[in-house]
């Protein structure tokens, strides 16, 4: 237990460094096998570890709660600026101007469709629901007709 939490500590400088040195994540991960588990316990633990990650990746902390909370609210823009307490109009602001939110928030609308895709494809397959297989024929199978 002691060595897996000196490697983890060791890494961890490391990728601190890197971060400081503005290298990009997707490097960090490739030349020091970090997981996303390893950046998630960093960042519940090292409070200067998680000012540095949002700062690396380009986001303030206001819009990672943002990004957490869309897919909980059923990626509903009004319920989601009232839970995290801001403006619409600033919602807005950060997905024209902030690239880095515009992508999360892709992610997370294509996360979305993946889960009704994956519910969809089960009331087809094993609950061998007609509806279900009639709606998707109509929707994904156009080219069949």
Request: charged letters at 35%; a positive charge; one cysteine or more.
């Amino acid at each position: 237990m002691k060595r897996t939490h000196k490697k983890l500590l060791k890494k961890h400088k490391s990728v601190l460094e890197m971060i400081n040195n503005h290298c990009d994540l997707y490097e960090i991960s490739d030349q020091f096998g970090v997981t996303e588990e390893d950046i998630k316990f960093w960042r519940k633990t090292i409070s200067e570890f998680d000012k540095l990650y949002l700062e690396a990746v380009g986001l303030t902390s206001i819009q990672e709660q943002f990004i957490e909370v869309f897919p909980k609210k059923l990626l509903n823009v009004s319920a989601t600026c009232k839970t995290v307490k801001i403006s619409r109009q600033t919602f807005y602001r950060w997905r024209d101007t902030c690239d880095t939110f515009s992508v999360f928030l892709h992610d997370a609308a294509e996360g979305m469709k993946d889960d009704v895709e994956t519910i969809l494809l089960q009331k087809i397959f094993i609950d061998r629901d007609l509806k279900a297989l009639f709606f998707f024929m109509k929707t994904k199978m156009r080219d069949r007709r």
